[in-house]
């Protein structure tokens, strides 16, 4: 009975290759990290919010693999955002580009700084 | 006396976040969404096929006003807007030509069978590639191309209203 079922097992076990499901197969584990990277960042045009990654929609699955082409054509990470943000504007890029939103970075950093000058000052105070 | 001076300080940038946020409220813009894809050229570089599989020469869609409606045997609000499509091929002269977007070829021609066919023809699009490269996000989606151009691009349904706002004045 045992063997029987070590080998029910086995059998199980060979058939779960059929589930794998490797899509972009041409790319390099590296290029699959940046398609990943990448599938992150830009917003699903059709959903209100939610990246590539994330959304079943039709259009997320055709992205993504017109990403890995991209990829495959050896297009930088750069590009392939400049290449969706010519398509789709802006409202598809999910990363915020520090260089346009300056005061957006920089006010917590602000607040923090004087903060930290508040409390060490008061603190300081105090033990005198 | 420098606790004080820092208080203040807080106290001014409370201010100044309330400030921006109270402005933030007034302003009534409209919420970002995405780019349309007016004033860009109509990009198709494959041969395309009609539903019946005959060939499609490209100068039928970027020669003269073509009204290019993305639809779907399963898609809810392309039924909505068919009878609207319907009545205006029947009272304006309008070359209205559909994109069959993902779709199976049966599922396709059943649909235009049982709810009338405005279209003069349809572009079978299996994989969606052609509808990618154009920028559709889904359908329905509709194009106004006059002379290859994309004049005017609305993404969802087509009605009276939208259509009084976007495409009646090329007509």
Known sequence: MKNLLRIFNIFIFFTLPIYAENLYENLNPQQLKRLDYLAENIRCPKCSYGNINSSNAPISKDLKQEIASLIKEGYSNDEIFKFMEERYGNYVILKTDINENKTLFLIPLIVLLISILLVTTYTIKRSK | ?171
């Open chain 2, 1 to 171: 006396m420098v606790t004080r001076y820092f208080l203040v300080l807080i106290l001014a940038l409370l201010v100044m976040m309330l400030s921006i946020f109270s402005l933030s409220l007034v302003q009534t813009d409209e919420p970002q969404t995405i780019k349309t894809q007016e004033g860009k050229k109509l990009i198709i570089s494959e041969q395309i096929y009609d539903l019946d599989g005959n060939p499609i020469p490209l100068k039928s869609l970027t020669k003269g006003k073509v009204l290019l409606n993305v639809w779907a045997s399963w898609c809810i609000t392309c039924l909505v807007e068919h009878p609207f499509l319907k009545s205006i091929t029947e009272s304006k002269n309008v070359k209205l030509i559909g994109i069959n977007y993902k779709d199976q070829n049966f599922n396709a021609t059943s649909y235009l069978q049982k709810n009338g066919d405005p279209y003069e023809f349809s572009i079978f699009d299996l994989s969606g590639d052609i509808s990618l490269k154009l920028g559709v996000t889904g359908a329905p989606e509709t194009f106004l191309v006059i002379d290859g151009e994309i004049i005017s691009h609305r993404i969802g349904e087509v009605n009276l209203e939208v259509w009084n706002e976007k495409f009646a004045p090329y007509f």
